[in-house]
């Protein structure tokens, strides 16, 4: 009896097998499959991101040109009424204001554009989370069920092998023994 039992415990576990190894495999490739989609989503989100930072940048240099070309623009050609190059205490108070000024201005620039960078960033990361986080939770799904199936193969293949001798030990004891011995 223990040979039939064995031998049936053995093919049903084998096929439990087969059928646990097929569905890994399917969970695999899907897995596999949707962490190459994170990957390629967080790329292009970094690429978009970097671009939006260098567009900010770009802005906020223009803005310190145009700052210094309407501050400065006035004293340009500062010399002295006889073309020599000294300047006199009113041209060069003139020009210390338009250093103050421009000073002033860049400081409202660069407060005016960490904050705009602030805030598309905080922007960025909200839509960042948007667009991966269903692959995200996708991916941690597929990550259990994968574990779960690799649980389940490791207890099917024990299975197997208890099966296997049981089979075994039973046949040892259904040969008769010819010998005379007992």
Known sequence: MG??????LKMYTKKLQLQLQRQLTSVM???NK???QVGEMEKRLTNMQQSQNQVLNSEMQAANAGLYTSVFQGLQGATAANGSTTIDTTQAAAIQQANMLYQQGQQYNSVFFTMKKFNMDEAFEQFRTMQL???QNLE?????EKA???TRLATVKEQ?????EMEKDSRKDAI?????QG
Do not use: C, F, H, W
């Open 3 to 8: 040979i039939l039992t064995g031998g049936y």
């Open 29 to 31: 490739l899907r897995y």
């Open 34 to 36: 949707v962490q190459k």
């Open 133 to 135: 986080e269903p692959l």
């Open 140 to 144: 941690e799904q597929l990550a259990m």
């Open 148 to 150: 779960n199936l690799e």
């Open 160 to 164: 197997y092998d208890s099966a296997k």
């Open 176 to 180: 008769p023994d010819y010998t005379g």
